[in-house]
């Protein structure tokens, strides 16, 4: 006879004693109001100090391209979205939408990031260039004139995102190294395999860069 059957037919077994359901029930809620009562203050203690915004739009007020430029999103948009869907800023493409190809490059006050991967929130604050911004009175900016000139691009794709990686590689290492190319180039890929092209552009933007803040000086 199985033990339910014996609570069945001695119902005194559960009035003496204490069932497994209940016990378990028991031991379930005396384990769970601690935890619950202890997250509560982990969330207290992180509310204190950290702003809660969302889910709902919020407004936010972006430096791009030396404008500053509002927008309403709501705080899960990234800054490619809000450059492309908000701001009609559409150089930065979206190709992976995952972080692993580099064609949404942007620059953040000087480093080069994945827009992709930047909440727009989060931007705020901080000085953002896009491949909109190097182009003056018509005349393109040095490494723009040198991926032309070198056939550096076939489909564009990718194009925006190399431009703005190699403007912030040259910035940094006005003469780079085969080493220092890689290492400032390797987080955008080309699928069409223009990797040589790229490589002789960046030796032209290189000089074309020195002249240029050379000119600068003099002016």
């Known amino acids: 006879m199985s033990s339910s059957d014996e609570r069945h037919d001695n119902p005194q077994a559960d009035q003496a004693g204490v069932s497994r359901r209940n016990f378990l029930k028991g031991t379930s809620v005396a384990l769970t109001v601690p ?115 070198n056939d550096a691009q076939q489909c564009g794709f990718c194009t925006p995102g190399f431009v703005m990686a190699c403007k912030a590689l040259l910035d940094e290492h006005p003469t780079p190294t085969d080493e220092q190319i890689k290492l400032g180039l390797g987080g955008n890929l080309c699928r069409c395999g223009t990797y040589h092209g790229i490589k002789g552009a960046v030796a032209q933007a290189s000089a074309g860069m020195k002249k240029l803040k050379g000119g600068k000086r003099n002016g």
């Open 35 to 149: 935890l619950i009562a202890q997250s509560e203050k982990v969330v207290k203690a992180a509310g204190a100090d950290v702003p809660v915004y969302g889910p709902d739009k919020v407004n936010i007020t972006l430096t791009v391209n030396g404008a500053a430029k509002t927008a309403s999103v709501e705080p899960r948009v990234t800054l490619l979205d809000t450059l492309r869907n908000e701001l009609d800023t559409t150089g930065a493409k979206r190709v992976c939408d995952r972080a692993t190809c580099g064609a949404c490059t942007v620059l953040m006050d000087g480093k080069p990031v994945y827009s992709c991967t930047v909440l727009a929130i989060e931007a705020q604050g901080h000085k953002i260039e896009t491949v909109e911004s190097l182009e003056q009175n018509g005349k393109l900016h040095p490494v723009q004139q040198a991926f032309w000139d």
